[in-house]
């Protein structure tokens, strides 16, 4: 993803979600960027383009550690 693409994101993302968000490019790929709050690492999304139409995927994995009491 272009900078100015990644901006458009973050924002939307800041907007919808966490205003502490940020998006960092990843190294092996340009078709994801990771999403942290603070230091701490949350989800990655992906960009999907199919037949001329763009979407990104917000894939976030919790796992059962950081839900337990």
Known sequence: MGREEVLRLEAYLKEKLNPGLRLIARKETDDSV????????????YKDVDDGETSYSF?????????AG
């Open 34 to 45: 990771e999403v942290y709050l603070g230091a701490e690492f949350l989800a990655v999304v």
């Open 59 to 67: 894939n976030m994995t919790v796992l059962q550690e950081d839900i």
